[in-house]
Every structure is written in C-alpha cells, then in structure tokens.
C-alpha cells in the first residue's frame, strides 16, 4: 500500500474513531465475531527498509489486543468452538479467534507464551514445504536481496538493472519487482526468486530454517490443548493462478504430509495470500468437497450469521503492522469500515 493511500484510509479510520460513527454502528454491523489475521510477532527494531514489516507485531501490541478484545466484552475462543458455535450459539457472546500464517518460530516462542498467560487459544496454519525446511519465503527473500545490495536486476525487465543503494532506491527496486513476481505464474515465481538469489550470492534457503517451525517444534506445540494447528498447502502457491488439478494437488499434498508428520488430519485451512485474486469460488468449492470445516481468506470483514453457508470461505481482519493502535482494532472490530468497503453487503464470497 502506498503510503498516500495508507494515509488516506488512517484519516478515515480516524473519522469513525473520533466521531464515535464505529459505536453507533456496531450493534448492526459487528456481526457474530472476528477472526484476525497474523504472522510474526517481534520486537526487533525494524530496519528503515522494510517493505514486509506490515506482516509483523509487537509482544505488546499483541498483548494489549488480548486485552482490549476481552474488555470489549468479547470471548477469545479456537476455531473449532467457533464452527460449534455457529451451528447454534444465539445469544452467546460475540467470539474473536486469532490465526497465524505460515507457521513461523516466533509464533512458539513469542505469541503462543502471551496466549498460555491468558489461557486462551491460537490457530496456526502450516506449509508443509516450509516445516520441512523447504520451499521459498520469496517475498522475504526478496527484501533480504535488496536490503544486503547496491544494484540488482530487475528479472521482468531485461537488461534493467537498479539502484540500490538509498532506502528509497532500495522500495523502489522492492515495488518493480515484488508486483510483477506477486502476480506472476506461481512456478516461474519461484524459478525466478531462486535465479535472482543464486545471481546476488544469497542463500534462499536458510530463510525457512531460520525462521519456520519445523515438525518436532509443531510436535511440540501440537500437544498443547491452546494450539488448533490448520493448513496452508504444500507450497503456499496462490491456488486460483493454478489449474484445478493443481490447486488439489497442492492442498492435498500439504494435508497428507501434515497427517504423517503429526498423526492427525487437520480440519481447518488458510488459503495463501487469501484475497479475491488468489481464492475464489472453486477454491472454496474445493476445500469445501474435501471436507474442511473452515476455510479462511483475507478478504476484509467480520462473521455474521449468513457465513453458516460459506465455512470455506470466511473473512479475516489483519492485525496489520500499519495499524499497531488500539483505536484501529476497536473500529475494525465494529465491522463497519468493511460494510462501508463492500457496499453495505455482508458477504464477500464471490
């Protein structure tokens, strides 16, 4: 997001905010609950380039969150409390589920002590590929490649190469060619981050050792009753860029080798990436037909009782590193920003 747009949707955050608009509204459009979407949770100062910092929290953003969902009146329940609620929990308080992506080591070491102090349950959504220390963080590798250079090609320019060197030259080279790899063929994506890394001498590889929780870490975690471990395919390929037989094989494939290394079939899945251009209708079918009792995208939104129909296609709000201020996770909570976004509609299943 640009930073003018991000200003823009601050300020009118901030309207709702102020304005006490998100109050009035809430008892129509806050709906059943709300699942959040995270990833890393740390408190490593952030570089002045850090073009992914939107995927990471802090300790204590995620802590005064806890807090102020469960002031809000809110009650933190795991995912499948949620899918027993939904089949009949009128009059019941309104539920927030927290979810993390890609299985990273901070989730264990970081969040998951901050949710065993409140005695309260976390989702983590694992690729398989990732917890065997395969496969490619390319959007981290990405960054990484930039951050440690003073020029890199541009692989979707020929002969282009750019400048580095200033952290402003280092988003741009970052924007050029993130978007293009982001919407590129899932395979040729990951050819092309591997060409780049072995071009600028950098170890691709090292990045899911360092930074994804493998098997006996899962195992471990796995064994505790606060911990819903879900999928996120083999791979994390965005599966509406693939072809149906594709697309199956991929969330097979990452089901079937969480079943082995954990004795247990997981029941709950985050589609990679998740918004309308990565997960659509056949996906949600697809996860539908083989059976998952929850599916989740990030599409923006909360849950209302018309997503009893559409399990493999639920809604997230991000905790968003953009937005680390207790104001911001009060309006989204409201629901409205994102009634206002889709036009008043409740679902988003298109």
Request: charge should be negative; proline fraction near 4%.
């Amino acid at each position: 997001m640009s930073s003018l747009i991000l200003y823009i949707y601050k300020a009118a955050l901030n309207i709702l905010y102020f304005s006490g608009l998100y109050k009035l509204a809430a008892p129509i459009t806050r709906g059943r609950g709300v699942i959040f979407t995270l990833h890393q949770v740390s408190d490593q100062p952030l570089d002045e380039f850090s073009p992914n910092s939107i995927l990471t929290v802090t300790p204590d953003f995620l802590e005064q969150t806890i807090k102020t969902v469960l002031e809000e009146g809110y009650e933190i329940i795991s995912l499948k409390e949620m899918t027993e609620r939904e089949e009949g929990g009128a009059g019941q308080k309104p539920f927030a589920v927290f979810t993390f992506d890609d299985g990273y080591v901070d989730n264990k070491d970081v969040a998951l002590k901050i949710f065993e102090k409140y005695d309260i349950p976390i989702a983590i959504y694992v690729v398989s590929e990732y917890s065997s220390h395969q496969g490619e963080l390319w959007w981290l590798a990405l960054e990484e490649i930039i951050r440690q250079n003073d020029s890199v090609k541009n692989p979707y320019m020929e002969g282009q190469v750019l400048p580095t060197r200033t952290t402003a030259q280092k988003y741009r080279a970052f924007d050029k060619i993130y978007w293009p790899m982001r919407h590129s063929n899932q395979h040729h994506q990951r050819i092309t981050i591997r060409s780049l890394a072995e071009e600028n001498d950098y170890d691709i590889d090292q990045l899911t050792r360092k930074l994804i929780m493998d098997w006996d870490q899962l195992k471990e975690i796995n064994n505790s009753p606060l911990v819903t471990l879900g999928a996120h395919t083999k791979s994390h390929f965005a599966l509406s860029r693939l072809t149906s037989a594709e697309a199956k094989s991929q969330v097979t494939e990452g089901l079937l080798k969480m079943e082995k290394e954990l004795g247990e079939q997981a029941e709950h899945f985050s589609y990679p990436y998740g918004s309308r251009q990565c997960a659509g209708p056949r996906d949600f079918d697809l996860l539908k037909n083989l059976g998952m009792k929850t599916a989740v995208t990030t599409r923006k939104g909360v849950i209302y009782d018309a997503h009893d129909d559409h399990q493999t296609a639920l809604p997230r709000v991000s905790l968003n590193g953009d937005y680390q201020h207790q104001k911001y996770l009060k309006v989204f909570m409201s629901g409205l920003p994102f009634r206002l976004y889709n036009f008043w509609n409740r679902l988003d299943v298109k």
